[in-house]
């Protein structure tokens, strides 16, 4: 497998696009959690907003999108193109947004994903444990219901 060149960099509302673009690429559309432009851009104006662009070979390869308040984050997205998977995108996502937390004074990150989604192996991996659930609240295309599981993970 060759090896694949990525910069992360800090972003802002310029880059609501290729959060956009990866987000379109990464989301599977049957559970609509994709973002609209107005949405990021809303978010992103909000205080404590930051978005982490990851390039590779000067394209978007994956984003991550975190809000901190006081001595609290959340990771709001984290998505990464399919294409550039399984390349340790999403884990130098998440070690930049752990340190930036550190750095910053976060004590704690949270975060919520859809209990069939595949990522909780990711999440976990990565020191964060489940502390909540949301019965019942995504619905996918077909109807069904799913619950929402939240995850936190110490810093420092």
Known sequence: MASLSVQLRAGDARDAGAAEQVMAAAFDPQWGEA??????????????VHLLIAEAGGEPAGFALTRAVMDEAELLLLGV????????????????????????????LHLEVRSNNPAVLFYTAHGF????ERRNYYKGADGRHYDAHTYARAIG
């Open 35 to 48: 973002w609209t432009r107005a949405q990021l851009l809303g978010v992103m104006a909000m205080p404590g």
């Open 81 to 108: 193109v399919p294409d550039h998977r399984r390349h340790g995108i999403a884990s130098a996502l998440i070690r930049s947004v752990i340190a930036d937390c550190a750095a910053s004074g976060v004590v704690t």
């Open 129 to 132: 444990a489940k502390c909540g």
